[in-house]
């Protein structure tokens, strides 16, 4: 525990599928080839290795034993499916060890109610009978634990990792725990409640269930302790019993709970994510989807984190991104998260497999099978290294602390009062929560998240300030609050008294601990009082976030992190003239002005300086050609995804889309033979080329009649495999059929048909059979009817033949390349009549390599402009750019119905009906 701790990558590496030693082996030396230094070894959807079973258990000791040797940390996620506490559905054989939840009803008293209450007066009563009650009713949920039980947690610790600490040699580094919670989609309850109200209060609990559902006099102060125990009994009876565990026996405690970006979020889940973090080693959250991540999910965590010393903290992220998600929207999300606080990325996710719906788990999928990836992969990965690096070697300098408002939601939240709002009664705590967030960034102005439970474990005003763990605030601000705690008077009392400062932004407390308070307070200082007491001018800009640190000479840096667009940040400081940026990306120092120009994704670090700013040499701008030539054709695709098919020799049905006959074979359980038909149009004959598709229970494939052979895997994914034909495509219509051995488990069938089955428990199946399209593979173009599409960047297709390949390219998807992934190498003609040109290119990529004149340029995966002064001739030259395109356009999802989603689920790739839309939606990338 003493080792000098890493802050490489450590993705999630997805068990999917049978598990062989030698794949594993080889998936490990390529991660640790790629500067990744560890891994998550994470049971996930479509594993055939029996979880917590002797291969299993096998596999994760090799894998320790192989990753120990190469220096990498190996860790073991802790369970299988989401969230985190039933041990892959093992705990659910027991009923008391469900998770809870609570409705209720009017009508006559009901002796299965867990509580009745009179519906007269203003007060709450509990009644025996009646014939006009609010009943409330306790159920179980279908696919969840009860992690606030300590006994349910001993079963999980016994089941799990206590086997590990037993069995596996060498020891892993530590677990991750993922988005454990209370239960989310109605009132959540736990019979753990009824102690915690004897202890704390001298109550039972059920007297005042009736609250969660009536607003009778009092319900706040109900409401108030019932969310605190829910939090308390999650941070104490699950986060603090494992993390004990874990530091007893020298592991490492990680992972993330869940919804983290919103106030209303964290009354779903856990009613305030903050005390959380304190019983993890590397606290964590998770930031998935093509979203820049908020302010809120990464401040909470790195207040926690510089609060209480921990030197290390993780974002789960880039999970449903989509396959087209570049590098340099990866680094702009990560950085925005690093920025304030975050210094350890978990992408998510490395696949053991790519096979059937594997392909579909929330991609973008972080192996050589994504084309960046593969090539680039380990510059990323240095990138980042080093950067969490020096953000973990230094601290933030921050003096103003922001009362965390949780609390207050705990008495305007209500799942099942407000089943129409969004917010669930929280809007008027969370609207001006956040506006607060964006003020506090936009202005520049280093703060930490103040934590009510936190504050009374760890805190006290001493000096004027007030403390708490590693931190010390003389200014705080108070955001919209309906309460406070009791604790947090007394400090606010104190330190006003000793000459703090404070500032009230908005609605003025009226609470004391869910009670009815009078409160005398007022602000005794200004924005304006608290910028200038910063030290240093900035202009406001919410485009770019900023850390204002020091390293531990005590030098001072900024960290900024443009967001969005081309945008300026000023920086001035009494007696300091320029300032020195340095950029991480390529190593370059530079004294600039008081100003500088950051493009979207762009970062750097900054100093105060007294040197005489650089000169720069003006250049023009110079634009991407519109028209490029192909320096060779490359191998292209034809996606093939609606064939028409039969059961047991039946006639064939009409054409229709993989997903939609995968739920028909589904919703008939059937299990037998299944012949495909896949039918495609070509305008050329055509011999060099072949058939690449999933060979998991295929028993025959042919062409126009004659039988296909076997060539090889595909070497980036050991799932499909390619056939040849001794026949050639003809000119016209032409056939593949493929005969598909049809089988599903019981397991799969029974899981589905539950009610309330959730995602997580979904997650557990492994799918023996998979509906899939077939790729034809070869050097021709593939041609169609294409309109612009109604998302920025589409276009759509649809009627797809096979045609001569176009050399001269204007948009790949229209020229011949629909279904296009890989390396495209294009050529241009530049003509320039001043060397001093810069290229921008405006639309996004996955890389770019340049070329002036054959001389290489860059490599770029993290710049869009590029200076080509030190290549370029006057008049005539040539740019040669190779371009790494995604496998967005051939892996989908094609017909959503926002045709580009923000967030790319496994339900993305569904399709409605078998009258769905017929165009095919493409992502254009820079032609």
């Not at 051939?890 to 923000?902: T, W, Y």
Request: with cysteine; charged share 25%.
């Amino acid at each position: 525990m003493n080792e000098k701790p890493r802050f490489g990558i450590l993705p999630f590496w997805s068990w999917n599928d049978e598990l062989h030693l030698d794949e594993l082996k080889n998936q490990i030396s390529w991660m640790h080839q790629n500067g990744i230094s560890g891994f998550f070894m994470h049971a996930r959807s479509g594993l055939s290795t029996p979880y917590l079973g002797e291969d299993w258990m096998n596999a994760i000791s090799f894998c320790a034993d192989f990753a120990k040797s190469l220096g990498m940390d190996p860790y073991v996620y802790d369970e299988n499916g989401w969230p985190s506490g039933f041990v892959g559905g093992k705990l659910l054989e027991d009923p008391e060890n469900h998770d809870r939840f609570l409705t209720a009803s009017e009508g006559p008293y009901d002796e299965k109610a867990i509580a009745s209450f009179s519906l007269e007066g203003e007060s709450l009563r509990r009644v025996l009978s009646g014939e006009k009650v609010l009943n409330v009713y306790e159920h179980l949920s279908a696919s969840t634990a009860d992690v606030l039980n300590p006994k349910v947690v001993d079963q999980f610790l016994a089941l799990t990792h206590e086997r590990y600490d037993a069995e596996i040699t060498p020891r892993v580094k530590g677990f991750f725990t993922d988005e454990p919670q209370y239960y989310r989609y109605g009132e959540p309850y736990t019979p753990a409640l009824e102690g915690y109200f004897r202890e704390k209060y001298g109550e039972d609990v059920k007297d005042g269930l009736g609250f969660l559902f009536l607003k009778k006099r009092g319900y706040e102060k109900f409401r108030y302790r019932y969310y605190l125990g829910l939090q308390h009994l999650l941070q104490t009876n699950y986060g603090k019993r494992i993390y004990s565990w874990c530091v007893e026996r020298g592991y490492e405690f990680t992972g993330h709970y869940i919804e983290e970006t919103c106030l209303f979020g964290q009354m779903w889940c856990c009613g305030g994510i903050m005390p959380l973090y304190e019983y993890q080693t590397i606290p964590g959250i998770d930031a998935l989807s093509r979203y820049v991540p908020g302010i809120l999910s990464p401040k909470q965590v790195g207040s926690v984190a510089a609060q209480l010393g921990k030197k290390r903290v993780l974002a789960e992220t880039y999970a449903a991104a989509g396959w087209d998600f570049s590098p340099l929207e990866a680094k702009r999300n990560a950085e925005a998260m690093m920025v304030n606080g975050v210094n350890l990325l978990c992408p998510h996710l490395v696949p053991y497999s790519e096979r059937g719906d594997r392909s579909r788990d929330y991609p973008a999928h972080y192996s050589p099978w994504n084309p960046w990836v593969k090539k680039r992969f380990g510059e990323f990965s240095s990138y980042f290294t080093e950067l969490g690096r020096i953000l973990s070697e230094s601290e933030e300098i921050v003096s103003v602390a922001v009362l965390h408002p949780i609390r207050s939601c705990y008495l305007t939240y209500s799942r099942t009062q407000c089943p129409e709002d969004p917010y669930f009664g929280t809007q008027s705590i969370e609207d001006p929560f956040q506006a607060l967030l964006n003020r506090l960034t936009g202005l520049h102005l280093p703060f930490h998240l103040l934590d009510e439970t936190l504050l009374e474990e760890h805190g006290r005003v001493e000096n004027g300030q007030i403390v708490l763990g590693n931190c010390r605030y003389s200014t705080l601000i108070v955001p919209s609050i309906l309460t406070l705690s009791s604790f947090t008077k007394v400090c606010i009392d104190s330190f006003l008294s000793q000459g703090g400062r404070i500032l009230f932004t908005g609605e003025m407390p009226s609470y004391l601990d869910g009670e009815k308070h009078d409160f005398s307070y007022s602000s005794n200082t200004t924005w304006e009082e608290i910028l200038a007491r910063e030290g240093y001018r900035t202009n406001e800009n919410p485009n770019i976030r900023l850390s204002r640190r020091k390293d531990e000479q005590g030098r001072e840096f900024f960290y900024a992190v443009a967001i969005w667009g081309e945008t300026e940040l000023r920086l001035e400081k009494e007696g300091f003239s320029s300032l020195v940026r340095y950029d991480l990306t390529n190593g370059k120092r530079k004294v600039v002005s008081s100003s500088v120009v950051l493009r979207e994704g762009e970062s750097c670090f900054l100093a105060f300086s007294r040197e005489e700013p650089e000169k720069d040499v003006p250049v023009s701008k110079l634009a991407l050609p519109t028209v490029f030539n192909l320096e060779e054709v490359p191998e292209n695709t034809l996606v093939l995804d609606r064939p028409s098919y039969s059961c047991d020799g039946a006639p064939l049905s009409a054409s229709k889309h993989v997903r939609l006959i995968q739920r028909e074979l589904l919703q008939k359980r059937f299990r037998g033979e299944v012949h495909f038909c896949y039918e495609f149009f070509s305008r050329i004959p055509l011999e060099d080329f072949f058939i690449e598709c999933e060979s998991a229970r295929v028993k025959e494939i042919s062409l126009n009649g004659f039988p296909c052979r076997f060539v090889s895997e595909n070497p980036d994914n050991r799932a499909r495999s390619r056939y040849s034909s001794d026949t050639a495509l003809r000119v016209g219509s032409n056939r593949i059929d493929v005969t598909l051995d049809y089988f599903q488990n019981d397991h799969v069938y029974e899981t589905l048909s539950k009610d309330g089955v959730t995602e997580g428990e979904i997650n557990c199946l492994t799918f023996d059979s998979s509906v899939e399209p077939v790729y034809l593979k070869g050097r021709f173009g593939v041609f169609g009817e294409f309109q612009k599409g109604n998302a920025p960047d589409v276009i759509s297709g649809k009627g797809f033949y096979l045609d001569s390949p176009r050399t001269t390219i204007r948009s790949l998807v229209e020229d011949g390349f629909p279904f296009f992934a890989g390396d495209i190498v294009l050529k241009a003609p530049l003509f320039v009549n001043t060397v001093y040109q810069e290229l921008e290119i405006s639309k996004r990529f996955q890389l770019i390599d340049l070329f002036i004149n054959d001389e290489h340029v860059a490599a770029s995966m993290f710049d869009r402009r590029f200076d080509l002064s030190p290549y370029l001739k006057e008049g005539e030259n040539e740019l040669k750019v190779v371009l790494t395109v995604s496998r967005r356009n051939e892996l989908g999802p094609f017909h959503s119905p926002s045709e580009e989603d923000m967030v790319t689920s496994p339900e993305s790739f569904e399709v409605g009906s078998e009258e769905t839309d017929p165009f095919y939606h493409f992502v254009s990338t820079i032609l």
